[in-house]
């Protein structure tokens, strides 16, 4: 493969999602002149700034039936998470809700998924701009590209590049042999279980507009809310439960769940990294629940409810239930290891991934066992395959660097003057798309107090936990530009 990157066709995929998003903006415009809350105009500039970069991108792309190359896949999807972004801020800033930097940030944090805020007041904003933070999680949580490959057909046979420079997990197992096929099921799986929780929160009592919202943030692992307190506003042990289901359900594996839908729910007992989920949500809430009840001298129901929700929404979502900041140091230290983890690999939710936290506790396990038996030959399996060598390489690498990330993160953080647990919690919680973290964004507080340069920070910390670390790292290399082929 001697190719020069194809521009032409780079650009061709960065106007059709333009041209996506300017036809996604026309939903809060119509809430926005239904409730008469004069957003209107804010998203008529939108779609006029979308649609001329459509315009812009499409005029200089071409179609072409040739597959696409490692290269043009890493730089449509990385180009594509910075376009979309990019956009998906001008209703903040068009509309003066906004600065340019805080704009940008409550774009990022919205389409990653991680629903950390910098309004510190969610009052005074039109139902149309809080239905835009929502949808930006919605059309990020299962993944711009993904989305994309499931709604254009023509783009399915060469996407392959693009979906593995987005998708996040160790391995890359598809539930359908062709990938527009399987994107395609995972949308409509998506979409379904969107409807279920907007259903579901209708008859909790939620009126129609704040179901909606917490339906596109909770299934998305988001984490934005339409009010100041999040679901502590609620105080609802019924909505509580919910979402606290709804949260498991995106912390989960979406082509796992198709595999459940045809096979039955046996499948989810061969499934190591489901089975390892479940454990450490358990595990957590189990030990939570002890702590506030010792600690906190909390009565059984309220420790329970109170760590149930927050443990699950700590490794999926970010919503917030109660303030965790004061809680005991234990519970809290529990807490950040969630952070750490994330969700499944093929889940909304971000983080580590689950599997990679398996793969590399097997793998610490087949090392102090090799050292024993130096004779015997140690296999590690998964799902009840024998995982391959470069897997688990893959696994150790990316844990190496993600926690390289984490430091760099925390330690500009620390320099910029933030308390050195409090730089790290906000370090863990961006690059695990979580959103609240501690201290001075703990549950209770926004991120609009931190300095320009912090922020700056997070937008990158946000972004590279986001999509995969090593797409962002390939994207830094100036030969993926000159088109010097030498994948």
């Known amino acids: 493969m001697g190719d020069h ?3 032409k066709i780079v650009s061709l995929f960065l106007g059709r999602i333009s041209l996506a998003e300017t036809g996604v903006l026309l939903v809060p415009l119509f809430l926005g002149l239904w409730d008469g809350d004069g957003s209107a105009p804010v998203f008529v ?3 006029v700034c979308c649609f001329a970069a459509a315009a812009f991108f499409l005029s200089g792309g071409e179609a072409r039936r040739q597959k696409l190359t490692a290269q043009e896949g890493i730089a449509i999807t990385g180009l594509g998470w910075i376009l979309a972004t990019a956009l998906g801020m001008v209703p903040y800033v068009a509309g003066d809700y906004l600065g340019f930097l805080d704009g940008i940030f409550e774009s990022i944090s919205g389409f990653t998924g991680t629903g950390a805020t910098v309004i ?3 009052t005074g904003l039109p139902q149309s701009i809080l239905l835009w933070r929502s949808m930006t999680h919605w059309l990020g949580g299962l993944g711009i590209v993904v989305i994309f490959i499931a709604l254009l057909p023509e783009s399915g046979q060469n996407s392959s590049y693009i979906y593995n420079a987005e998708a996040a997990g160790p391995t ?3 539930v359908l042999p062709r990938l527009q096929d399987m994107t395609k099921v995972l949308f409509e799986i998506y979409s379904t279980f969107t409807l279920l929780a907007f259903s579901v929160f209708l008859l909790c009592g939620m009126d129609f507009i704040s179901a909606l919202n917490h339906a596109l943030s909770t299934v998305s692992a988001g984490g934005f809310s339409t009010y100041n307190e999040s679901a502590a506003y609620f105080d609802n042990v019924a909505i509580e439960g919910w979402m606290t289901f709804f949260m498991i359900l995106a912390g989960g594996n979406f082509g796992l769940y198709y595999r ?4 039955g729910f046996s499948v989810l007992r061969s499934n190591t990294e489901f089975k390892a989920y479940m454990l450490i949500l358990l595990t957590a809430t189990v030990l939570v629940l002890l ?5 906190h001298e909390l009565v059984f129901f309220d420790a329970a409810r109170y760590a149930a929700f927050q443990v699950v929404s700590i490794e999926t979502t970010g919503f917030v239930s109660a303030d965790y900041d004061q809680w005991p140091t234990f519970s809290k230290i529990i807490l950040l290891g969630l952070m750490l983890c994330g969700g499944c690999a093929g889940s909304t939710a971000a983080g580590l991934k689950v599997s990679r936290v398996v793969i590399l506790i097997r793998s610490v396990k087949a090392n102090i066992l090799h050292l024993l038996y130096p004779k015997h030959v140690l ?3 998964m799902n009840g395959y024998m995982l391959h060598e470069n897997t688990l390489l893959r696994a150790g690498q990316y844990f190496f660097v993600y926690i390289l990330f984490i430091a760099l993160w925390a330690l500009l953080l620390a320099w910029d003057g933030i308390e050195i647990f409090d730089a790290v919690g906000i370090s863990v919680s961006t690059m695990g798309c979580v959103g609240p973290a501690f201290g001075i964004t703990g549950a209770t507080c926004t991120y609009a107090e931190l300095s320009t340069f912090a922020k700056t ?5 946000m972004l590279i936990g986001r999509l995969e670390i090593f797409t962002f790292l390939a994207m830094l290399r100036p030969g993926l530009w000159r088109g010097k082929n030498t994948w």
Do not use: G, P, Q, T
Not at 457 to 461: I, M, T
């Open 457 to 461: 920070v997070l937008c990158f910390s």
């Open 260 to 263: 459940v839908y045809h096979k």
């Open 172 to 174: 890359k197992e598809r």
């Open 5 to 7: 990157m194809n521009f």
């Open 291 to 295: 702590d506030l009840m010792y600690a």
């Open 379 to 381: 296999e590690i399996h």
């Open 120 to 122: 510190s007041d969610l």
């Open 45 to 47: 500039i939108s779609i």
